[in-house]
T-cell receptor, first 115, second 114 residues
Framework: AQSVTQLDSQVPVFEEAPVELRCNYSSSVSVYLFWYVQYPNQGLQLLLKYLSGSTLVKGINGFEAEFNKSQTSFHLRKPSVHISDTAEYFCAVNPWNSGNTPLVFGKGTRLSVIA | NAGVTQTPKFQVLKTGQSMTLQCAQDMNHEYMSWYRQDPGMGLRLIHYSVGAGITDQGEVPNGYNVSRSTTEDFPLRLLSAAPSQTSVYFC?????????????FGAGSRLTVL
């Protein structure tokens, strides 16, 4: 079975500072990896995903993530955050060739951008 | 707009009452699912369906019922509401069968059980 650990439940950061949200996963097989974002009072939407190929993945709103197979990590980064990035971020995993296996989510990291 | 529609957006129930949360999608997705979101717990899967007539349990199925009579609809029934079911509920769908496909979420239904 797969599991996801988001190492920080809350991350406060000043506007225009860089940020990294950490995600580690556990799986006995190769996986697909996702980051979703939830803005206040909204549903989740996809930020970026890693399926295969280049380990550096770029997403929307200037975010990027790097897949590190040896460390089983998929950390999310942004070089300069804006107030509008305040949201909850979820890392998620699905095994390759999983058919209809449900996506497994981490518990989320709440990013608060301070002016 | 194409997507996942959830109704109602807000609901208050008394303990012991029953109700149905509705979910409909117009993308012809085979896979649909229900999650609940609680502070500090992330999203936990309640039930999911891989096609009409097929449903399966997730991580926290107790107290909830589902059915899938059409591709478009996947209602979630609370049989006898309890305060522990106070939560925000999200319906999500994706084009099966690949796990590489992205989930599309509804806007959520906030349920309070008194």
């Amino acid at each position: 079975a797969q599991s996801v650990t988001q190492l920080d439940s809350q991350v406060p950061v000043f506007e225009e500072a860089p940020v990294e949200l950490r995600c580690n996963y556990s799986s006995s097989v190769s996986v697909y990896l996702f980051w979703y974002v939830q803005y206040p009072n909204q549903g989740l939407q996809l930020l970026l995903k890693y399926l295969s190929g280049s380990t550096l993945v770029k997403g929307i709103n200037g975010f990027e993530a790097e897949f590190n197979k040896s460390q089983t990590s998929f950390h999310l980064r942004k070089p300069s955050v804006h107030i509008s990035d305040t949201a909850e971020y979820f890392c998620a995993v699905n095994p390759w060739n999983s058919g209809n296996t449900p996506l497994v989510f981490g518990k989320g990291t709440r990013l608060s951008v301070i002016a | 707009n194409a997507g996942v529609t959830q109704t109602p957006k807000f609901q208050v129930l008394k303990t012991g009452q029953s109700m149905t949360l509705q979910c409909a999608q117009d993308m012809n997705h085979e896979y649909m699912s229900w999650y609940r979101q609680d502070p500090g717990m992330g999203l936990r899967l309640i039930h999911y369906s891989v096609g009409a007539g097929i449903t399966d349990q997730g991580e926290v199925p107790n107290g909830y019922n589902v059915s899938r009579s059409t591709t478009e609809d996947f209602p979630l029934r609370l049989l006898s509401a309890a305060p522990s079911q106070t939560s925000v509920y999200f319906c999500a769908s994706r084009d099966s069968p690949s796990g590489a496909n992205v989930l599309t979420f509804g806007a959520g239904s906030r349920l309070t059980v008194l």
